[in-house]
């Protein structure tokens, strides 16, 4: 496992991600020693950095974490998501999510005082990188939030996260694209089935962790762009080493 410590240091002072030529082990369903090869390792914020790699801190921004509803409700129910009927609104695809309300400056403020709070202990267990996940939350809200509002509350992330010292990814979401947020990189799921790959590197060059879950899109993202970035293929429920189901390959 080669070690990051010689990272190139971005002008914002953060850690600069690897690119070409790095490997990378998305670990979100549990921690587990990684293959020697591996040098960016993506892990929830509950779990500690792998020492000697670029290590990335998953952060569920926009949705309440499987599990956690009942500390949503307690600490800050007004920031869940609610039709017009007072109904919590939930992921259809991941119906135990909830989404959050970052739908007026308030609760973007509010929050953004939670999440980064979050990113913040990140950093003081030694990650050097952070990945909100579900930034195209407001695409399945039904109309609830918007892509403005959703700008505005990731910039407030991405300004805290620099301050911290921790580059930031845009998870997916190619419709931002365009949109100057400050992200530092990306972490994009099934690009290559969506088609989407090109547009995420036109932006941000080699500095793209691809995860796949079908083999057929890994295999096809392999004959484009090995070498270019990480890509890799995981089982859907990105399940760990030793664990039934498990799978893990790259290129």
């Keep these: 496992m ?23 082990d998305y670990q979100l369903g549990g921690a587990y020693r990684p293959s020697d ?3 960016v390792v993506v892990r929830d914020r509950t779990d500690r950095p792998e020492p000697g ?9 926009f949705q309440t974490q499987p599990g956690s509803l009942r500390w949503w409700r307690k600490k800050h129910p ?36 939670v999440v980064n709070r979050w ?14 996940d579900n930034l195209d939350a407001w695409t399945r809200s039904g109309g609830l939030l918007t892509k403005r509002q959703t700008v505005g509350y990731a910039k407030r992330l991405t300004r805290h ?18 949109r100057r947020v400050g992200f530092d990189f990306a972490v994009v799921e099934q690009c290559q089935q969506y088609r989407e790959c090109d547009a995420f590197v036109k932006r941000y060059g080699s500095r793209v962790i691809e995860v ?12 484009a762009r090995a070498g270019q970035h990480p890509i890799q293929l995981r089982d859907l429920d990105v399940v760990p ?6 799978v893990f390959e790259h290129c």
């Design 2 to 24: 080669h070690s990051i410590v010689a990272a190139l240091v971005l002008t914002l002072g953060v850690t600069a991600f690897p690119g070409a030529g790095s490997v990378a």
């Design 37 to 39: 090869e591996v040098d």
């Design 53 to 61: 790699t670029y290590s990335v801190c998953y952060v569920n921004a």
């Design 78 to 113: 007004e920031l869940l998501l609610r039709d017009g009927r007072g109904r919590l609104v939930r992921d259809a695809d991941w119906p135990d999510e909830v989404f959050l309300d970052f739908s007026t400056k308030r609760k973007r403020v509010a929050l953004a005082r």
């Design 119 to 132: 990113i913040t202990s990140c950093d003081r267990r030694g990650f050097q990188a952070v990945e909100p």
């Design 161 to 178: 996260a620099h301050r911290r010292g921790l580059a930031i990814a845009q998870k997916n979401t190619a419709e931002l694209l365009g």
């Design 212 to 223: 796949e879950y079908r083999r057929s899109a890994f295999r096809a993202a392999c004959r």
């Design 241 to 246: 080493r030793g664990s039934r189901g498990y």
